[in-house]
């Protein structure tokens, strides 16, 4: 499994733009699909977006379609969430996710994740 440390998230207005990042380290990273989930108070965990360990493939949440963009550095072990136009609905910790399984092409299913981050907080005001 992999460790992930998730950063970036923060307090903004609606509109507004901002860039979480997952620090992964322990496994090979540039082998795993990786992913972020998003939980509201009071809700379940949902997904967000996910990429496949070469980066080729891409997967969103119809809900952030068009606003968010994930993104992979697999020199810097590193994976990006782009967030743009920013809603209150956005409002949820982001947690950052590891494959269970190596060079599988993408998922959106979250049994498929076996490693995750703590998560951080992003809170957007109207």
């Known amino acids: 499994q992999v460790q992930l440390v998730e950063s970036g998230g923060g307090l903004v207005q609606a509109g507004d733009s901002l860039r979480l990042s997952c620090a992964a380290s322990?496994?090979?990273?540039?082998?795993?699909?990786m992913g972020w989930f998003r939980q509201a108070p009071g809700k379940e965990r949902e997904f967000v977006a996910a990429i496949s360990w070469n980066g080729h493939g891409t997967y969103y949440a119809d809900s952030v379609k068009g606003r968010f963009t994930i993104s992979r550095d697999n020199a810097k072990n590193m994976v990006y969430l782009q967030m743009n136009s920013l809603k209150p609905e956005d409002t949820a910790v982001y947690s950052c996710a590891g494959d269970k399984l190596q060079l599988r092409f993408g998922t959106r299913n979250e049994a498929d994740f076996a490693s995750w981050g703590q998560g951080t907080q992003v809170t957007v005001s109207s």
């Open positions: 322990g496994v090979t990273f540039s082998r795993y699909t």
